[in-house]
């Protein structure tokens, strides 16, 4: 048993970290909330634009969450899990905030004249795992929890599949039916990036997964 | 010296590891042999398809074997090699196959109409390396045998210049004489995920002889 | 304080280290003004594939650069900086020279007919980069310089914000304007890899950034 773990038993879990996480975590949903709507008015530049700029915005402050995080862990002796931990939780969520960040500068560059409506589904599958993290995150506060937050992980693996299978669904279709190569070209690296978004999210869950573990 | 290099002088080198570096290794050659076969049904859809559903067969093989090692690593004391390159050696194997799977997932989903004789040439030189690696793996065994696995090392940085060469060549024709976009890209990219299935297998020649220069 | 630190007070910071990085510095600045001549004679195959040819020579004197780097590293019991940083230095430097190299061997696989003024921009911008980190690590010998370096960092992070503005202007009036999807798809790479070449140098400002905090 190291130190820390020691120390961590007889220290409460509701700490500043925790909240930080919090934050992070609701700035996440935002994110994703804002991406949902953005897909949807996809023929109206004007208004997609100024959404990616709203993107842009909660990427920015999730990198403030990031870089507060990693300072009070500067600051701070004893941590409610390990350190190391900590700072790939924080930059797990962020990561998934920076890959959606990402494919809608990918939108605003491209400007492809119409997303389809599996551009939609994908914006819902990254929602729903931002969701779920949002609530493991809630969770962390109590290690009783930690069946919840297993729960959690579980369901953004099966998000995450549904979200590859909607990914190779969706090339296969582009490849097949779309015979304008540089609309094709668009549409593939913006649904990619999306994708990546969702992998970003499961990659927050092998952190949480690893975190329960620990402390149970 | 370290303890466990005290150890591992004492330990007979044809252990548990050993075997389960020679399954990865036999998995590897088989998946490869497979891929020689796929690119040369590249007309016969069906039959191709299936293929490429052995191919992931044999990728959840080889994570099974990996995650056996993992097991194992952490359930042993003392082990034949550092643990660091018993991770890097597995996980450099599996990254061969996984490079294989993902070339034949884009020839899945691209659905490309023909392959070309370069196709033919690169899946012969992932051949010819997965089976050096697989002999290497066999040469572990006995320390007495460190010539013999630098010489395949050797034969695989040959084999890695070559598939450069070939992918090289193979993308300024392509750029050449391509004229339908969509083709172009169907080709590059599937071009590019099997040479980098030929870098893997280089990494594997790296950690080989990492391996032999500390235990020598 | 650790004992290399302690150490490195009474060892003056003008050695063998030191002088490899210049030599690393300047074969990155030959490089740049290599490629600033190259972007401008994109219409003549044949002097722009030699001139291709010199850029690879540069590339292959940065790794004996960093080779020797990596030895002496081995070799010294005491360094100037932390051995990670030396590490980091080295191949970032590095990394900046291959990423134009990389870009270069895209320009003549893919053979484009021809190079806009944004290529020459580019071109101007690493060139640029590079001159600051020429003219940083020259400061490295007296950590008194270290305002200097600070300010050297600082416009290396100006010149990378400038180069992402120009990648993606470039972006978006190409996928406008653009109709040839293969000549598409050649530009968007070969100016998406000299954009990395800049990155990289951002990686270098990063890493002299992080020195100079840890020796102040």
Not at 11 to 32: M, R
Not at 76 to 90: A, E, K, N, Y
Not at 92 to 109: E, P
């Amino acid at each position: 048993m190291k130190l820390n773990t020691i120390f961590q038993v007889l220290v409460p879990k509701d700490n500043k970290f925790i909240s930080l996480f919090e934050k992070g975590a609701i700035n996440l949903v935002k994110t994703s909330e804002l991406l949902k709507e953005l897909v949807l008015v996809s023929d109206d530049i004007e208004k997609r634009n100024s959404m990616i700029k709203g993107i842009k915005e909660f990427e920015k402050c999730g990198d403030e969450v990031t870089h507060t995080i990693f300072d009070e862990l500067n600051k701070t002796f004893i941590t409610p899990f390990d350190r190391d931990d900590i700072q790939s939780l924080t930059s797990s969520i962020d990561d998934v905030v920076d890959g959606i960040n990402s494919a809608c500068k990918k939108i605003k560059l491209y400007n492809p004249k119409k997303l389809s409506p599996e551009f939609t589904k994908m914006a819902d599958y990254i929602y729903e795992a931002s969701v779920e993290i949002n609530r493991a995150i809630a969770d962390l506060k109590n290690i009783k929890n930690s069946p919840k937050i297993h729960e959690a992980c579980i369901n953004i693996n099966t998000i995450e599949n549904l979200a590859d299978d909607l990914n190779h669904q969706y090339l296969s279709n582009l490849f097949e039916y779309e015979k304008d190569a540089i609309e094709l070209i668009k549409m593939k690296e913006i649904m990619q990036n999306l994708e990546r978004a969702v992998d970003c999210a499961e990659n927050v869950s092998d952190v949480l997964k690893a975190i329960i573990i620990k402390n149970a």
